[in-house]
Structure formats: structure tokens, C-alpha cells
């Protein structure tokens, strides 16, 4: 039985299980001794609701093929259970004496027979929910840990990222460090003016493969390199290109 077939059944037999409370309580009505050992019943047909309702809810998602084949069997042998109140309930006929003497000699064990099969069925069903459950549980701890593995994957790379692109600008730097005395000597030369684009554009370029927070870093390396430059009007030379 698929996943979906489980959670039909269960359905269909809480409706049964609601139909035969009706049943149960007219019973009760017509025969008053048996108050208690209906009222009994009835409790553990509401639970034994309750839970089919939970496994209806569950079971959607997929289970293993175990799980599975112990919930066929588990709701088969609910359903034929149900259907034996049902029918131990209808064969009370007649008047309500007739009724009550039928009670008195069958009915009370049958149902007291009954109601222990119930109580038994019921907890296999909600061992088996449980297991439903742990395995919904598994599947969520599995996911969370392939999240958690690809964030660390990815803060890797990010961090490699960044230090490639600090030794990128470190090179450009010790460049301009080199080709300082050629800009000051040159300021007009056209190939002075290429080279300093060229280091303009490699820094801006390694600036542009990291993320936000790791170019505001790189921006203040940047700056800080900007600032090392000659300036004019102090003694050195204003490139202009």
C-alpha cells in the first residue's frame, strides 16, 4: 500500500469509527447497563480516531517500504475490528428487554473481547506513528546537515576568494611602488599613463570577484594604496592620463 492509499484508509476508517459512534450511543439508550462497558469502547474508538487522523496527515510524505507493509496490516486488522463492534452492536434486536438479556448473556464479553483487541491495535498504530515520525526526523537532520556542509563549502571559497584577491592587490601595489620614480619622471608619457590604467583596472577587477562585505574591505585596502601616491602641489607629480 503506496503512501497515499495508507492515508485514504485511514481517513475512511476515522468516518467509520465516527459512524459507529452514533451506533454506540443509541445502544446506551436502549440499554442502560451497558453504560460502562460502551462508554469504554467509545473512549478507545476516539482515540484509536485520533490517531488514524495523525497518520493520515503523516503518511503523505514518503516512509520505508516496512513502515509501510506494518501499517497495511495494522489498518486491515483495525477496519475487520471495527466492522465486529458494528456487528456485535446490530445483533441486539428486538425490544429493549430482548435487548438487555442478549446483553447480559453474549453481549458484554463479546464487547469485553472487542475492546481489548481495540487497545491493542491502537498501540501498534501509534508505535507505528512513532516511527513515521523518526523517520520525518531523520530526513530533516540529513537535510540540515547538507545545508551546513555546503555553507562550509561555500565560506571556503569565499575565504580563498578573498585571500586571492588581497595577493592580487598586494602585487599591484608593490607595481606602483616600482613604477613610482618612472611616474614622476614621465607624467606625460603615454606608456606611464597605460600602465597606470592598467593597475586601475586590475585592482578594480580583483575588487569585483568577492562579495559585498569582503569588497568594503578590499576598498579600504584600495584607499589606503591611493593614499601612499604622490600628490601635486606637495613636491611630486599629478598623472594625468
Known sequence: ?????????????????????????????????????????SLELHSLKMVLELIADDSISPMPST?????????????????????????????????????????????TRLRSALETHKTTLNLLLEKINQTKLHEVNDATLEIKTSTEALLQNT?????????????????ADMYAGLFADAARDTRACMLQRYLDETTTYAETVVDEPTKRIMA??????????????????????
Open 1 to 41: 500500500m503506496d503512501p497515499f492509499s495508507i492515508a485514504g484508509t485511514s481517513i475512511a476508517l476515522a468516518g467509520t469509527i465516527a459512524t459507529l459512534g452514533t451506533s454506540l450511543t443509541a445502544f446506551i439508550r436502549d440499554v442502560r447497563d451497558a453504560r460502562r462497558d460502551i462508554e469504554d469502547i
Open 67 to 111: 513502515v509501510q507493509t506494518q501499517l497495511d496490516g495494522a489498518l486491515s486488522n483495525c477496519a475487520r475490528l471495527v466492522g465486529d463492534i458494528d456487528r456485535c452492536i446490530q445483533q441486539h434486536r428486538g425490544s429493549r428487554v430482548q435487548k438487555g438479556l442478549r446483553w447480559v448473556t453474549v453481549g458484554r464479553g463479546d464487547m
Open 159 to 175: 575565504r580563498a576568494i578573498k585571500t586571492d584577491t588581497l595577493r592580487i592587490l598586494e602585487v599591484v601595489e608593490s607595481l
Open 220 to 241: 579600504e585596502d584600495h584607499n589606503t594604496y591611493k593614499s601612499l601616491q604622490p600628490q601635486s602641489g606637495v613636491g611630486s607629480y599629478a598623472m594625468q592620463c
